[in-house]
């Protein structure tokens, strides 16, 4: 098993910036990849970034390229999402994920593990 918390959620303005962390324990070596999730009110879930362990570079959905940069600390089992530029849009519950990927940008169904949530809130 392994379990996700994530961090850094809040509330911004239009243009802001947030940082999410996501902190994985237990048996992380059934795993090879990381990501983001989200989901905004009355929308689907959808994948916002991911990574694979050792990787310099992620995946991103295209509403966040430019704007969000994913990246990791294999030393402490952490994932982070630096959010710039957000709009309203980006408004809602993000989930980290842990799983073991196929190469390219994992699926929701590549992802064994999910972390409860944190929530992002861009007023405008």
Do not use: H
């Not at 809040?10 to 243009?15: I, K, L, W, Y």
């Not at 910036?17 to 795993?31: D, M, P, Q, V």
């Not at 990574?51 to 310099?56: A, E």
Request: charged letters at 15%; one cysteine or more.
């Amino acid at each position: 098993q392994v379990q996700l918390v994530e961090s850094g959620g809040g509330s911004v303005q239009d243009g802001g910036s947030l940082r999410l962390s996501c902190g994985a324990s237990g048996n992380t070596k059934s795993t090879n990849c990381m990501g983001w999730f989200r989901q905004g009110s009355g929308k689907e879930r959808e994948r916002v970034a991911a990574m694979y362990f050792g990787s310099s570079s992620g995946y991103y959905g295209d509403s966040v390229k430019g704007r969000f940069t994913i990246s990791q600390d294999r030393a402490k089992n952490t994932v982070y999402l630096q959010m710039n530029n957000l709009k309203p849009e980006d408004s809602g519950m993000y989930y980290c994920a842990a799983g073991f990927g196929s190469g390219g940008f994992p699926m929701d169904f590549e992802y064994n593990y999910w972390g409860q949530g944190t929530q992002v809130t861009v007023s405008s």
